[in-house]
Nanobody
Framework: QVQLVESGGGLVQSGESLRLSCVTS????????MGWYRQAPGKEREVVAT???????RYTESVKGRFTISRDNAKNTLYLQMDSLKPEDTAVYYCNSHLILTQLYRPEGFLSWGQGTQVTVSS
């Protein structure tokens, strides 16, 4: 069972920054691709960013140039640096992992999720 613990969320004003962290099981972190997701009220969970075990990153269009995904394999930790935050970024943010990168783009396929961390951006 993969353990996922997200942290770092909070209430900020538009234009400010936050850095999210996700600590996961050490046995799989170094070999799995990782992803950040978010779910706003009344909306489906969506992929925000993904990163391979070698560090290749992809972003959803709405966060390109503002968010940066990174990982520290020695600490089994995934990060999401969020700059120039906008009210539309308000959501609960989650992380997850999979051995196969393409499976990260099917969040409905995951059986286990952490508790997430709330990000609220006021205008």
């Amino acid at each position: 069972q993969v353990q996922l613990v997200e942290s770092g969320g909070g209430l900020v004003q538009s234009g400010e920054s936050l850095r999210l962290s996700c600590v996961t099981s050490g046995s799989i972190f170094s070999i799995n691709a990782m992803g950040w997701y978010r779910q706003a009220p009344g909306k489906e969970r969506e992929v925000v960013a993904t990163i391979t075990n070698s560090g290749s990153a992809r972003y959803t269009e709405s966060v390109k140039g503002r968010f940066t995904i990174s990982r520290d394999n020695a600490k089994n930790t995934l990060y999401l640096q969020m700059d120039s935050l906008k009210p539309e970024d308000t959501a609960v943010y989650y992380c997850n992992s999979h051995l196969i990168l393409t499976q990260l783009y099917r969040p409905e396929g995951f059986l286990s999720w952490g508790q997430g961390t709330q990000v609220t951006v006021s205008s």
